[in-house]
């Protein structure tokens, strides 16, 4: 049966539009939004935002199935292909197109350099599953990257951010991000989730069983990231409302390499799977894992550490908005180009 992609998912890219829309028009008219926002925060975390931020998560990393885990390694090659397009060329593209394209504006660049260093868990489903990629290839691959993801991405934050710029010599961005401070963060907001969602998983399925899990349970809970990420936009545009004039060219300079990006990872990802004689079915699984990224992960760490009005968030929310137009001409493009 032919996959078809939901409503809800397809026209993403609108409601992001319109949630940014809306929050820059509350903030306009009511220029004292940030204040009663601050009367919900303890230190610096805002309660409403963080519970927000967790519930973005959870669905994607209820969802996945780590028993698959052992099975994804039997593949060495395609599995070592995928690490390292994931974990090495993603990153390093990024980091690339952020400090040549965005160096002026360190504060962008590193929100551009946070997205790279999250892989996707959640959207890659969805393209995995029109561009005809291998159901459960795509399944093993997302339990891995979610693994790889709490175990690697304060370290990576640390390295691309405050080690890479200054030892390449590209340039003092005076840019720290405390590598302790990523790490609670990522503890929290990625850490809390993923324990939430795999007992989730572990504790419904022996108590309603596997069928019920995935075609009750899940299909109910996955409409809350969406909820809660277009929430999380509403407020953060909400104090931006003086700055209305700025944002559509800083859209602008954020979507150019965001664009190369996903094309450039798409491609690179294809033919190098495809020389290696890599089946469709699992290319095209490698390839929209690899080039997909964890947006919610990215904005849920840049705003803990740098803050909901920050231009590191700013770009998060850039992300969604760029990709999801963009991948779905990629997963024409893939159809076009499949090979037996």
Not at 33 to 50: C, H, R, V, Y
Not at 298 to 321: H, K, N, R, T, W
């Amino acid at each position: 049966m032919k996959t078809k992609i939901r409503f809800i998912d397809k026209y993403l890219t609108l409601w992001i539009f319109f949630a940014m829309m809306l929050g820059i028009g509350l903030g306009y008219f009511f220029p004292n939004i940030k204040t009663g926002l601050d009367k919900f925060s303890i230190g610096t975390s805002n309660i409403p935002l963080a519970i927000g931020l967790i519930l973005m998560m959870y669905p994607p990393l209820a969802r996945i199935d780590y028993s698959l885990l052992p099975k994804a390694f039997k593949d060495k090659r395609a599995m070592t292909i995928s690490l390292f397009l994931n974990w090495i060329v993603g990153p390093i593209l990024m980091f690339v197109l952020a400090v040549l394209l965005l160096s002026d504006q360190p504060n962008y660049m590193v929100g551009l350099i946070l997205i790279g260093l999250a892989r996707c868990i959640a959207m890659v489903i969805v393209w995995n599953d029109l561009a005809g990629g291998n159901r459960e290839y795509g399944a093993l691959l997302i339990a891995l990257n979610s693994v790889f993801q709490v175990i690697t991405y304060s370290f990576y934050a640390w390295l691309f951010i405050n080690v890479l710029p200054h030892q390449l010599g590209l340039g003092d961005f005076n840019i720290q991000v405390p590598m302790g401070e990523v790490a609670q963060s990522v503890l929290f907001y990625l850490g809390l989730p993923f324990l939430a969602g795999f007992l989730s998983r572990k504790i419904l399925i022996k108590s309603k069983g596997i069928t019920w899990y995935n075609t009750k349970f899940v299909p109910k809970i996955s409409p809350i990231t969406l909820y809660a990420l277009l929430f999380t936009i509403v407020l953060m545009f909400s104090i931006k409302g003086d700055k209305i004039l700025e944002l559509p060219f800083d859209v602008l300079k954020v979507a150019i390499p965001l664009v190369i990006y996903f094309v450039g990872m798409f491609f690179v990802s294809f033919y190098i799977n495809k020389s290696m004689k890599i089946p469709y079915d699992k290319n095209a699984s490698i390839s929209f894992t690899a080039t997909g990224n964890n947006f919610e992960l990215a904005i849920a760490i840049a705003i803990s550490v740098f803050g909901i009005d920050s231009a590191q968030a700013f770009v998060g929310v850039i992300g969604p908005l760029v990709e999801v137009p963009v991948l779905i001409l990629l997963v024409k493009t893939s159809l076009l180009l499949k090979y037996k």
